[in-house]
C-alpha cells in the first residue's frame, strides 16, 4: 500500500521561509512524476510544482523563481523549498505521485498526501 507522509508545514511571517517533505512507502516498481499541490479556502487544488524522475521541472506562474523543487529519487522524497513566502501562499499543500507499480506495465495511479498547512501572516 502506497504512502505519502508530508512534514515541514507550519506558520511563518511573510518573508519567511519553510521547506516541506514528502516520502512515499510501498511505491512497487517506480515513481513518474511528484510534486505539490496547494487548496486554498473557498479556491480549487492546484498545482504548485512538479518534478519527474529525470529532474525536469515544472512551476506555477505564481511561485517561479521564489519556491524549488527537488527529488531524492534513492529515498523516493520530494522536497519543496518555498521562500520569500506571502499571505497568498497560505494553503494546505498535498503531495503527490504518479506511481508505476510494476515493470510490467506502464500503467500509472495517483497517490495523495493527507496535506500539510501552510499560513504565512504577521
Known amino acids: 500500500q502506497v504512502q505519502l507522509v508530508e512534514s515541514g508545514g507550519g506558520l511563518v511571517q511573510p518573508g519567511g521561509s519553510l521547506r516541506l517533505s514528502c516520502a512515499a512507502s510501498?511505491?512497487?516498481?517506480?515513481?513518474?512524476?511528484m510534486g505539490w499541490y496547494r487548496q486554498a479556502p473557498g479556491k480549487e487544488r492546484e498545482l504548485v510544482a512538479a518534478i519527474d524522475s529525470g529532474g525536469s521541472t515544472n512551476y506555477a506562474e505564481s511561485v517561479k523563481g521564489r519556491f524549488t523543487i527537488a527529488r531524492d529519487n534513492a529515498k523516493n522524497t520530494v522536497y519543496l523549498q518555498m521562500n520569500s513566502l506571502k499571505p497568498e501562499d497560505t494553503a494546505v499543500y498535498y503531495c503527490y505521485a504518479e506511481i508505476r507499480p510494476s515493470s510490467r506495465t506502464l500503467n500509472t495511479f495517483a497517490a495523495w498526501g493527507q496535506g500539510t498547512q501552510v499560513t504565512v501572516s504577521s
Open positions: 510501498g511505491v512497487g516498481f517506480s515513481i513518474n512524476v
